[in-house]
C-alpha cells in the first residue's frame, strides 16, 4: 500500500536550518510530482514546495521562496525539503505527497522553531 516517512525534523532556533526527507513506496514515484505540506496548530495543511516528476520544475509557497529547497531522488524514492533561515511561523508538523492524486498521508515529522 502507498505509504510516506517523514524525517528529518525537530526543534531548531529562529535563523536554523533542517532538512526533512520522505520515503515513498507504493506507487510509482517517478512518474508522480510531489509535495511537501504542512499543518501548524489550529490551521489547515498547506502547499509549500512541490516538485516535477524528474526534478526540473519546482515552486514554492509565497511564504518559503527563497528559504525553502525542494529536492527528489527517483533512485531512492526520496523527496528532500532543505529549509533555512526558519522562523517561529515555520513550526508546523510536514508532510509530503504526491501532488495529483494526494494519497494517504503519513505521520510526518514535527518542525518546532523556537529560541
Known amino acids: 500500500q502507498v505509504q510516506f516517512v517523514e524525517s528529518g525534523g525537530g526543534l531548531v532556533q529562529p535563523g536554523g536550518s533542517l532538512s526533512l526527507s520522505c520515503v515513498a513506496s507504493g506507487f510509482t514515484f517517478s512518474m508522480s510530482a510531489m509535495g511537501w505540506y504542512r499543518q501548524a496548530p489550529g490551521k489547515e495543511r498547506e502547499l509549500v514546495a512541490h516538485?516535477?516528476?524528474?526534478?526540473?520544475?519546482?515552486d514554492y509557497a509565497d511564504s518559503t521562496k527563497g528559504r525553502f529547497t525542494i529536492s527528489r531522488d527517483n533512485a531512492k524514492n526520496t523527496v528532500y525539503l532543505q529549509m533555512n533561515s526558519l522562523q517561529p511561523e515555520d513550526t508546523a508538523v510536514y508532510y509530503c505527497?504526491?501532488?495529483?492524486?494526494?494519497?494517504?498521508w503519513g505521520q510526518g515529522t514535527q518542525v518546532t522553531v523556537s529560541s
Open positions: 516538485i516535477s516528476t524528474r526534478g526540473i520544475s519546482t
Open positions: 505527497n504526491s501532488r495529483f492524486p494526494v494519497r494517504t
